[in-house]
């Protein structure tokens, strides 16, 4: 990875992006609609162009690197994980003397020791822990996650900045690019979401099967795979112990308490295979990466955000699948996007009363057939109405719950306003972003046909 990343292409720079800048400086059939070729176009993309990368493992490690070393300069990672040994044989730029230290971090740093001129942000937290004002800031977000669930998270973070006229038309400034990689064994996709023109996520949910579901019979008394002793402990034995106290998938404690359990039970009944990172892998649904198809997703989902930065070149339409499990086949399928989709379309339309309660609408919103979001927190053109948490937002904002939701809003008599909360999903309570568009009936500037239409 050795190499000079400067935006004047000093240090020997000009020889070192002498196949990015035949690239950015030269006109083609496939170049995308507002490219326009220049030598100065790389010190632009290096000077200007703001990446997120989400996720620090297999995937996010080769993606730090592959954006650095593609002209990238201003990159930003964040990943709540710690290193543990097993991670060791695939997330490259881990070493040993790193275990128990942030993810983030030590693929930041190691990153940067190796590629000059690059600056990484690391950020050892939640992506739940992170205001919307954060990723705004970017310009492109790339996934490199193991979960479903975090994945439709920042999809809907991202589709939260989508507005649309009043046609219904999206608004192009107003989009946050997505990049998505996804690996399984020999398998893998990588996948360009433009919220509002591709299919987003949640457009497309149904491409991940159902998690695997073990009759509680099997687990309780004929228990025959690992994976039978990992969910006893995780689904019976922890509630049976722990007296109802809600079981935290993210928390060590946790994880090393069901795989202590899941060992014993293991052992009576004979049974090999039981692990702490199998244990991890069947609590939350992750299945083992290979450093081969990393590197090759990675590499993919690096030239699409290279489009996407520079206009280069058109982007993939829009899904590719990559299967190396018995020689090599990749294929590129082009999905439509659902126009009524809950998180990239324009909104849930809610029709209010003037009067109605900031409470009130919170409890809607929980009762909504559609949205069914429960402990909301809700904000306005960034202004937060109510927060759930942390406490001392809660404080601050508790008084407006008995205060009309119109006046909160300013008067404005429709709007879009976004709410974060929890929602049920096979079982789990996952987090969930949703943006609605409020009318208010009776007031000046809303009309019948407003309504009618879902203005």
């Keep these: 990875m050795a190499g000079s990343l400067t935006g004047s292409g ?5 020889n070192r992006w002498r196949d990015l800048d035949r ?6 059939n496939i170049v995308g609609p507002t490219f326009d070729p220049s030598p100065e176009l790389r010190s632009e993309l290096q000077q200007y162009v703001r990446v997120l990368v989400v996720g620090a493992g297999g995937l996010g490690c080769e993606l730090l690197k592959d954006l650095a070393l593609s002209g990238f300069v201003n990159l930003e990672v964040i990943d709540m994980d710690r290193i543990e040994v097993s991670n060791l044989n695939r997330q490259f730029l881990f070493r040993l003397q790193d275990v128990g230290k942030p993810k983030a971090e030590v693929a930041a740093k190691r990153v940067m020791e190796r590629v000059k001129g690059v600056n990484i942000v690391p950020h050892f937290c939640r992506i739940e822990d992170k205001d919307l004002d954060f990723y705004n800031k970017f ?7 193991d979960s479903v669930e975090a994945r439709s998270y920042i999809n809907a973070v991202a589709c939260t900045f989508l507005e649309y006229n009043s046609e219904d038309k999206p608004d192009e400034d107003s989009m946050k690019p997505i990049v998505d990689g996804g690996t399984e064994g020999f398998k893998g996709h990588a996948r360009v979401i433009m919220p509002g023109v591709t299919p987003c996520f949640e457009c497309t949910i149904w491409l991940f099967p159902p998690q695997v579901k073990f009759p509680l019979c099997t687990l309780a008394e004929t228990p025959r795979t690992a994976a039978h002793c990992i969910e006893y402990a995780h689904l019976i034995k922890w509630d049976e112990v722990h007296g109802g106290k809600p079981f935290d998938a993210d928390d060590p404690e946790h994880m090393q308490w069901v795989y202590s359990e899941a060992a014993k039970r293991a052992e009576l009944f004979g049974i090999p295979g039981v692990t702490y990172s199998f244990t991890q892998g069947v609590v939350k649904n992750i299945i083992p990466a290979i ?19 520079s206009g280069c070149s058109k982007t993939m339409t829009n899904y590719l699948t990559y299967n190396g499990l018995e020689g090599l086949h990749t294929k590129v399928t082009e999905f439509v996007r659902d126009k009524d989709c809950l998180v990239c379309g324009p909104g849930t339309l809610l029709e209010l009363d003037p009067s109605t309660t900031l409470q009130k609408f919170i409890e809607l919103v929980g009762d909504h057939p559609k949205l069914q979001l429960s402990k909301a927190s809700v904000t306005h053109r960034g202004k937060n109405l109510y927060m759930q948490a942390p406490p001392v937002l809660e404080e601050m904002t508790r008084s407006n719950l008995n205060l009309p939701l119109y006046e ?7 709007d879009v306003v976004h709410v974060a909360g929890t929602v049920n999903k096979d079982d789990k309570k996952t987090s969930a972003l949703r943006k609605l568009r409020v009318v208010f009936k009776g007031i000046d500037g809303v009309t019948d046909m407003d309504t009618a239409n879902g203005a």
């Design 23 to 28: 690239l950015l400086t030269r006109p083609g």
């Design 139 to 145: 310009n492109i977000i790339a996934l490199g996650l």
């Design 408 to 414: 909160l809003m300013d008067k404005v008599p429709k």
């Design 10 to 14: 000093g240090g020997g720079g000009g």
């Design 291 to 309: 450093a081969s198809t990393n590197a090759i997703i990675s590499a993919a989902c690096t030239l699409e955000a290279l489009k996407i930065a």
